[in-house]
């Protein structure tokens, strides 16, 4: 059973950083698409991040580029969201998913969650 659990939430003030972390285990990841998802409370699910486990193509939401990084590490089955210029519209619940195809932007298309992190950044 395919399981991932998100850390690294907390408090930050606008410009500050934070780095998520999402560990997978339970499966094969090597063919799959990992990807960060963030909610508000009465919005949809909204896609921030993705990442290809085999050959690590990157994919953004144009309200993060340059600001998030996604990454991960093969040999601990552990992508990453590094978020730096953090601005109070980043504030979410942010969710870690993983999908057995290629990248997608929809959350639906999206099989397994880790449970949430929250991420408040203060103005």
């Known amino acids: 059973q395919v399981q991932l659990v998100e850390s690294g939430g907390g408090l930050v003030q606008a410009g500050g950083s934070l780095r998520l972390s999402c560990a997978a285990s339970g499966g094969t990841f090597s063919t799959w698409t990992m990807g960060w998802f963030r909610q508000t409370p009465g919005k949809e699910r909204e896609f921030v991040a993705g990442?290809?486990?085999?050959?690590?193509?990157?994919y953004y939401a144009d309200s993060v580029k340059g600001r998030f990084t996604i990454s991960r590490d093969n040999a601990e089955n552990t992508v990453y969201l590094r978020m730096n210029s953090l601005k109070p519209e980043d504030t979410a619940v942010y969710y870690c998913?993983?999908?057995?195809?290629?990248?997608?932007?929809?959350?639906?298309?999206?099989?397994?969650w880790g449970q949430g992190t929250q991420v408040t950044v203060s103005s």
């Open positions: 998913a993983a999908r057995p195809y290629g990248p997608d932007g929809r959350w639906y298309e999206y099989t397994y």
């Open positions: 990442i290809r486990w085999s050959g690590g193509s990157t």
